[in-house]
């Protein structure tokens, strides 16, 4: 076995051995490990933040060179375990799910291997490629009603706004950048920089705290009025 391979079968070999001998890890089902991915997603998400935000200070000369070079260290250090709880979180779903003689661990990745050979047949199967878009070639393989389909109603809002925006962007357009028809309510140009518009949004939920609106239930109302209009 290679590296790979080899540090792989380690946390598998982990996880039995917990799976047995260690009274939480003995008493987890997929139901409630469920919250504790949740915020090991967050986890994680925060610490890819803080790392592009240590980038941008550099960049910028906010940040001492050597200090930025120690911050860097520390930084890079905690988005891998990140992703290592990540990682086992998922390997820990794989062994309840074998358990329960649901699928294998095998299946799981056999499973997305399929799933990204299917989504780039620019690729892997060129003569039945076409020019169709991401969401395009996602709607054709589950034969879906509408591109939505795919958004989590569980998402926080803003992030929904984004996933809603940027998959009818890319089926309509095959970008998903492209123009959805979308005229933002204002006679003034708009910033196209990402500290102008983070500063935009910030003005926003405080203008709408000051009116007696929640600016999160407002988006959650315009998420669902954009998702009606398109399915």
Not at 110 to 138: A, M
Request: aromatic residues 6%.
């Amino acid at each position: 076995m290679n590296e790979q391979q080899t540090a792989f079968q380690r946390l598998s070999d982990i996880l039995d051995t917990l799976r047995q001998e260690c009274p939480w890890d003995r008493k987890q089902t997929i139901k409630s490990l469920r919250y504790l991915t949740i915020e090991e997603v967050h986890e994680l998400s925060e610490a890819i933040v803080e790392i592009e935000n240590l980038k941008a200070k550099a960049e910028s000369g906010e940040a001492d060179s050597a200090e930025a070079e120690t911050q860097s260290s520390t930084l890079n250090y905690q988005f891998m375990k990140e992703l290592g709880d990540i990682a086992m979180h998922i390997l820990f779903y794989c062994k309840l799910a074998e358990e329960q003689g649901l699928f294998t661990t095998a299946d799981v990745y056999n499973t997305v291997c399929d799933k990204l050979i299917d989504r780039h047949p620019f690729i892997y199967n060129k003569e039945q490629y076409h020019g169709e878009s991401w969401e395009q070639l996602k709607m054709r393989e589950r034969d879906h009603r509408s591109v939505l389909e795919g958004v989590p109603d569980s998402l926080p809002s803003l992030v929904k706004a984004v996933r809603m925006q940027e998959k009818v962007a890319g089926r309509e357009t095959g970008r998903p950048d492209g123009d959805i028809g979308i005229t933002a309510p204002t006679a003034e140009p708009l910033p196209t920089d990402e500290e102008s518009i983070g500063d935009m949004l910030f003005a926003v939920v405080d203008w709408a705290r000051r009116h007696g609106i929640n600016a999160d239930d407002a988006l959650c109302a315009a998420n669902r009025r954009f998702r009606e209009s398109i399915d």
